[in-house]
């Protein structure tokens, strides 16, 4: 076709013209140099005239192609003014300007798809979907419920544990009992002992102390002036003075081996003694407990007799061979005035077995002074004999410095008298006490069950006062008050209670108290704790006696006995607290969780106390019998759940329980969980899971084997009567069996790891799916058909949605997306996707792919019966196409979300979901195909104007009217099209370009001059990089697709010569050479090639299975000869071998030369042609094949030549196929080129029949 007849054509029917070639008046500048007025004012151009493309007319009478390229070049003037949007070049060339890419610009906001919208769908099923997707909210406000349930609990006070069944001991003494005490109580505090505290404990005065066990004990003033009467009239208690020896450090070694043998002698020294015979010689003498005898000329002489000792005199044993001795000796003296008696006490180096100490030791056999006066006999005889035990030093502590807590001390040793020389100190431990008539010294076990009634009665006051004091919110802070401590001090002190016998007595009242009046559990912690500590100091010491005064002796059987007991009441009270703890100690109560806390802690403190160990051997392990509370107190209130009575229907009780449980679990994992495992290494979660998973096992078997024999199947026809009085069926959807197997769900993922260990078995409620089975199978039956249905009512009530931010769509395609979603969503919810079977997902993906295609089927059906198809969809707008478009896509993008979530490794599942995802690709491919054969006219227009735009305007400038067109269409389509859809649409449109322009490439033969191609290849490029769009549009990877190649191809052909279009042609026959394999259809020649200095030999050997030709069914063959390409073989030529007759396996030993430079060889184009023909006499020879040896592998051009250079080479004969290459259609379309018509020619016979 000629330029102008294509011109002809193209402006056919246009009467206004200008003279020459001009613009058509009608022609508005491109959108960015029009301003926002001028694009408002600017009328809408029709559809046959594209807005921004120059109207060529062309002139009558112009042929030559001069002619038609100078009248292009006036399109160029340089006088007149540039006109907005004219293709004129200014003087000074401005910088091409990058093209617009406004097409890929969307806002990130946009919801793309409405889907709210509602079409009444729903209703004609009865939102069978829609109630089983509420199973997540209703669960949800299930959930809620319960926590404003517990929080409505943590407001209110705790109830009082009587109000929960807890037994109440009364723990209150009889009248005469409690006057007894009251009296006894005063009788202590009148005859109070021991000096005061030195950092000021037990300092409160008499009076106050008096007044407080008057409102203690709650007593008249009757009561309390009897009581005070008869305390007075009673004789005073007698004072007694414990001493412990432990032992001294630092004593005068007084052997000869550098040691001592030590020993003490202490005793009271009254506060008057009897005149000594010399008593002005005594003054400034330390007392002592011996005679003093001094030896003088070889006979013994009295020196003094010193004072009179004291009425008992004890002794400790002897330390032998030691300066530091240690004694641990206990010893108690009998009190006359406490206020002017003094303890002494000398040590003693021991000599002999005949000494003052054994004298001393028989002391308690001496009565009455004339006894004394025998015992200071012996002392005298037993000096007279030569032996005198050595004095180390001696001690004197007035008696009413002692305070009555007692006292540990070291005290330096003194010397008798100034002549005297001693050294070192000695550790005591000193305490009072006091003994009533009657009562034997190692007797306190009254005075220890009075001193637990006393502590009892003070306790409760203390109790009481704190609940009526509101300003310290009603608690007591565990901490008696001074006048208390002063009390329960003196009356330990006076009873001779050890620091046990006294830890003792106050846990027991504690205990009794607490059955009767509940006392914090960080106090019983408390005491707990301080009879550990004193039990522990008792077994340190030793002792095993109780009564001495001694805080480290034990206790006796009758306090073991009393001791179990409270232990035994304690634990068991302890435990039915843990088994009602939900109730007594609710998680969300400020005050709580700190008492449990102690109470476990309690629990946790008794388990390691030696004193519960020894009194209590037999009770089982403490953490066993928290378990065993637990267990029980959860059945107990689980039981109490299931027993309120509702309404409901079956199986609503069942969530609700389930529910509770839930929170239940929740809380206990958040709060208690981490008490019982850091105080007793006990695992409350799944202790109290273990126990839930039972009985709400047994609730659901029984509830879902009731559903299974009722057939239940999801869905219900229920008659309903209408406005009219007339019977009408209504479906209603089913959903409790699904609401239950959520909320077990939910229970059993309420646990934050393994809900069992490896030798325990496995909860049962892990495997609650399977028991629902039955009931998923009938369910997945019924929604494959309800969603069927839904599709076809969604399509039969379809309409648009508008919208000023979401593309095109219509409301079916929300309905079959919102099945989909819905599907996936009860599936996911009733644990499918983790624990359904293969058969029940491949079940449920059957349905949704089913759904899928039903839908695009039903759109398939509906726009073949309208035609579509058949005229590219001529009959809808741009915008319906959209709207189809979008919706196949949207149902697409809905089944998508089952592929990786549902399918697994189901090979079967993947095949199914990808096979229907492919169909639905298909058909929206296909539905959006007339959008970009709507688009081929103007493209077509567009771009046979920038190949005719003047050469004198760049291309940049030239492809602007292109770009704006497809700016402006694709502009359109990314609004109205979905991401995907709109993807596919730009790779259709960008198909359609690169057609378009290799449509242009091609038109016209050899009339185009090379730059004609040179703007198409730069516009291919920027097209490339409009359509790219910066990363915004089609990947780089679709832009260079194969279209892309095989046009990009063209252009450069198309701007090559003739003589490198042949030298292409033959790299292409070398690389179809080399992948031809052997046998081959047209039979194989048998060559040898080599380089032999200036020579190329060729010896032609022979061929084999040559194609039959001739009629008789054999042929002539021979062989022509060829160097190729000429411009590298110039001066040689053809050359033949000798024909073989009527054979197809010709041999012809032929051997020929061609003149060659090694030069030439070595080019990677250089090759040898053997064309194969047969040989006709009246006709034109027949083409059997050819074949080609690349000149640069061949022995003596190659240096790398192969083992046997001379070894021959069997090629395998090759014929043309493709009658459409490239090539050869461009060197066809140069119709004035003879080399290219010759080279066409000549390949036109080497073509194979078809």
Request: proline share 6%.
């Amino acid at each position: 076709m000629s330029f102008l007849t294509s011109l002809g054509q193209y402006v056919a029917g246009v009467a206004d013209s200008v003279a020459g070639l001009a613009l058509s008046p009608r022609r508005v500048p491109p959108a960015r140099h029009r301003s926002a007025e001028e694009s408002q004012q600017q009328p809408h151009s029709s559809a046959a005239t594209m807005r921004g493309f120059p109207r060529v007319l062309p002139t009558e009478g112009a042929s030559a192609l001069s002619a038609r390229r100078r009248t292009l070049d006036c399109l160029a003037p340089s006088a007149t003014p540039r006109r907005g949007g004219s293709l004129r070049v200014p003087r000074q060339p401005q910088p091409p300007e990058k093209p617009t890419m406004a097409f890929c610009r969307r806002r990130l906001s946009w919801p793309e798809v409405d889907n709210s919208v509602n079409s009444g769908v729903q209703d004609t099923d009865g939102s069978y979907f829609e109630s089983f997707t509420a199973l997540s909210w209703r669960q949800e406000n299930r959930r809620l419920a319960a926590l404003r349930l517990a929080e409505a609990r943590a407001e209110r006070p705790p109830p009082a544990p009587h109000d929960l069944g807890l037994a109440s001991v009364p723990a209150h003494l009889s009248h005469k009992e409690h006057e007894h005490l009251y009296t006894e109580v005063l009788y202590c505090i009148e005859n109070a002992v021991g000096a005061p505290a030195p950092d000021g404990q037990f300092a409160s005065y008499k009076e106050e102390v008096v007044e407080y066990a008057r409102r203690a004990f709650r007593v008249s003033p009757d009561v309390h002036a009897r009581a005070m009467r008869a305390a007075g009239s009673e004789r005073p208690p007698t004072v007694v003075l414990g001493c412990s020896v432990l032992e001294a450090d630092g004593l005068e070694a007084k052997d000869a081996n550098g040691f001592s043998d030590p020993y003490c002698m202490l005793g009271i020294q009254p506060a008057s003694l009897p005149a000594s015979p010399r008593a002005s010689e005594d003054e400034g003498r330390k007392h002592g407990f011996r005679l003093s005898f001094k030896r003088r000329d070889g006979r013994q002489q009295r020196d003094s007799l010193g004072r009179l000792p004291a009425r008992y005199i004890r002794a400790t044993s002897v330390r032998p061979h030691t300066l530091s001795p240690k004694w641990n000796e206990t010893f108690k003296f009998d009190i006359d005035d406490i206020s002017s008696d003094v303890l002494h006490l000398d040590i003693w180096d021991h000599d002999d077995e005949s000494s003052v100490l054994d004298a001393v030791s028989r002391l308690n056999e001496v009565r009455g002074v004339r006894g004394l006066g025998r015992f200071f006999k012996q002392v005298c005889q037993s000096a007279r004999q030569g032996s005198q035990d050595d004095f180390l030093g001696c001690v004197n502590i007035p008696l009413r410095e002692i305070p009555s807590t007692g006292v540990e001390a070291w005290y330096k040793l003194e010397a008798r008298s100034q002549r005297s020389s001693v050294q070192g100190r000695i550790r005591l431990r000193l305490w009072l006490s006091a003994r009533e008539a009657g009562r034997h010294d190692d007797d306190n076990w009254q005075q220890v069950r009075q001193h637990e009634r006393l502590f009892a009665v003070l306790l409760n006051h203390e109790i009481e006062t704190a609940a009526t004091n509101t300003e310290d919110g009603g608690l007591w802070d565990g901490e008696l008050c001074g006048a208390a401590q002063t009390l329960l001090h003196q009356h330990a002190v006076q009873g001779d209670l050890s620091p046990l016998q006294e830890a003792v007595a106050r846990f027991t009242a504690a205990c009794r108290l607490n059955s009767e009046t509940p006392i914090d559990p960080k106090y019983m912690f408390k005491l707990l704790s301080e009879l550990e500590k004193a039990w522990g100091a008792s077994e340190g010491l030793g002792g095993s006696s109780s009564g001495s005064g001694d805080s480290g002796v034990g206790v006796s059987h009758d306090e073991e006995r009393w001791l179990a007991d409270c232990f035994c009441e304690f634990v068991e009270r302890a435990l039915h607290q843990l088994r009602l703890h939900r109730d007594l100690y609710p998680v969300l109560h400020h005050l709580s969780l700190n008492k449990l806390e102690y109470l476990l802690r309690c629990l946790n403190q008794l388990s390691q106390m030696k004193a519960f160990r020894r009194c209590c051997p037999f009770n089982n392990e403490m953490r066993l019998e928290i378990v065993g509370a637990l267990r029980k107190g959860t059945s107990e209130w689980y039981e109490a759940l299931c027993a309120q009575d509702t309404e409901s229907e079956r199986g609503e009780d069942l969530v609700n329980l389930i529910t509770l449980v839930q929170i239940d679990l929740q809380q206990g994992l958040t709060y208690y969980h981490p008490l019982f495992e850091t105080t007793n290494n006990v695992s409350y979660f799944s202790v109290v899971f273990t126990q839930i998973d039972k009985m709400v096992s047994e609730d659901v078997k029984q509830c879902v084997d009731l559903w299974v024999a009722e057939g239940w199947c999801g869905v219900a026809e229920e008659e309903v009567m209408d406005e009219q009085g007339m019977g009408m069926c209504v479906i209603s959807a089913k959903t409790l069996p699904f609401e239950v197997l959520a909320a077990v769900r939910e229970l059993v993922a309420a646990a934050p790891g393994p809900l069992h260990s490896a030798h325990d078995p496995p909860p049962q409620l892990l495997e609650a799916y399977q028991w629902f089975e039955p009931l998923i199978d009938r369910w997945l039956a019924v929604t494959k058909t309800m969603a069927l249905q839904r599709v076809r009512a969604a399509v039969e009530l379809d309409r648009p949605v508008e919208g000023e931010h979401i593309v095109k769509h219509s409301t079916s395609s929300v309905d079959t997306a919102a099945c989909l979603y819905h599907m996936r969503l009860v599936w996911r919810a009733i644990g499918g996707i983790e624990e359904g079977t293969i058969g029940g997902s491949l079940r449920l993906l059957e349905a949704a792919c089913a759904t899928a295609l039903h839908y695009a089927d039903l759109i398939h059906g509906a726009l073949a019966d309208q035609g579509y198809y058949e005229n590219y969809g001529q009959g809808k707008t741009t915008e319906e196409i959209c709207t189809i478009v979008n919706n196949l896509e949207y149902v697409r993008r809905s089944l998508a979300e089952y592929d990786d979530e549902h399918i697994g490794n189901d090979e079967s599942a993947r095949q199914l979901v990808r096979g229907a995802l492919g169909t639905l690709d298909s058909r929206s491919a296909r539905a959006a195909a007339p959008l970009s054969a709507r688009a081929r006219p103007p493209l077509r227009k567009a771009v046979f104007h920038l190949a005719w735009s003047p050469d004198t305007l760049p291309t940049p400038q030239a492809i602007t009217p292109l770009l704006e067109f497809l700016d402006q269409h694709l502009s359109s389509l990314n609004t109205w099209l979905l991401p995907r859809a709109f993807g596919r649409a730009l790779g259709g449109c960008w198909s359609a370009v690169l057609k378009e322009v290799s449509a242009q490439a091609d038109a016209g033969g050899a009339e185009k001059p090379r730059v004609y191609h040179h703007r198409l290849r730069e516009a291919l490029d920027l097209l490339a990089e409009f359509f790219h769009a910066e990363g915004k549009g089609l990947p780089m990877a679709e832009v260079h697709n194969n279209e892309w190649a095989r046009v990009e191809q063209r252009m450069q052909y198309h701007q090559a010569p003739t003589e490198e279009l042949i030298e292409h042609w033959l790299a292409d026959r070398l690389v179809e050479q080399a992948r031809t394999p052997l046998p081959s259809p047209y039979g194989s020649i048998l060559v040898r090639v080599y380089l032999n200095h200036d020579s190329l030999c060729v010896e032609v050997m022979s061929a084999r299975d040559v194609i039959p030709l001739d009629p008789n069914g054999l042929s002539d063959p021979f062989v022509v000869l060829e160097l190729l390409p000429k411009r590298l073989f110039p001066k040689t030529h053809e050359q033949s071998t000798n024909v073989q007759k009527k054979t197809l396996n010709p041999v012809w030993d032929e051997c020929f030369e061609f003149p060659v430079s090694i030069e030439a060889c070595k080019s990677g184009q250089a090759a040898l042609a053997l064309s194969v023909w047969d040989r006709d006499v009246l006709t034109a020879d027949d083409f059997a094949g050819e074949a080609f040896v690349p000149l640069e592998r061949v022995p003596g051009v190659n240096c790398h030549a192969p083992p046997d250079p001379l070894r021959p080479v069997e090629l395998p004969l090759m014929q043309l196929h493709d009658r459409n290459h490239p090539i050869l259609q461009i060197l066809e379309s140069r119709t004035t080129d003879k080399l290219a018509i010759d080279f066409v020619k000549k390949q036109k016979l080497r073509f194979a029949e078809q």
